[in-house]
C-alpha cells in the first residue's frame, strides 16, 4: 500500500469522513454522501489520477465515476460486487474490508438508486451522464 493511501485512510478515519483524496501534502476531505462529492470533483476538471482515495462505501455508479477521476489506488469500507468487477475491469488497485452483493438505499428498504441506475451500464462516461440527469432528475 503506498504512503498516500495509507494516509488517505487515516485521515479517513481521524476526520470521519466520507471521501478523503490525498497526493504527496496536498489532501480533501469530503463529508457529503453518495455521488455528490465525486460529481463535484468531475466538475472541477483537475487530473486525480496521481492521488489516492478512501472512501466509505462504493457502490457500481461511484466505481465508474472513479474511473472517469482517473484514481489509481483507492480504499473502501464497503464495496459491491458490481463496483469490484468494475475496478478489477480497469485495473485499478482497490483495498477494502467488506463486500455486499449491490449497495442499499440510506433506508436499508431497497438497493441505492444509483447503484440500480448504472446496473446494466459498464461505460463510465454513459454512466456519468445518467448520474448526473438523475440527481438533476431527484433535485426538481
Do not use: W
Request: charged fraction near 30%; charge should be neutral; include cysteine.
Amino acid at each position: 500500500m503506498n504512503k498516500d493511501l495509507e494516509k488517505s485512510i487515516q485521515l479517513m478515519k481521524e476526520k470521519n469522513a466520507t471521501l478523503t483524496l490525498v497526493l504527496d501534502n496536498q489532501e480533501e476531505v469530503l463529508f457529503e454522501r453518495g455521488v455528490k462529492p465525486l460529481m463535484m470533483l468531475l466538475s472541477r476538471n483537475i487530473d486525480y489520477s496521481k492521488y489516492s482515495a478512501s472512501d466509505r462505501v462504493i457502490g457500481k455508479a461511484a466505481a465508474l465515476l472513479y474511473i472517469n477521476l482517473g484514481i489509481k489506488n483507492i480504499y473502501c469500507e464497503l464495496i459491491s460486487e458490481k463496483a469490484l468487477q468494475v475496478f478489477k475491469n480497469h485495473n485499478i488497485n482497490i483495498t477494502y474490508d467488506k463486500v455486499v452483493p449491490l449497495i442499499l438505499n440510506r433506508d436499508k428498504t431497497g438497493y441505492c438508486p444509483m447503484e440500480s441506475l448504472v446496473l446494466t451500464i459498464d461505460d463510465p462516461i454513459e454512466a456519468y451522464e445518467a448520474i448526473k440527469n438523475k440527481i438533476k432528475e431527484m433535485s426538481k
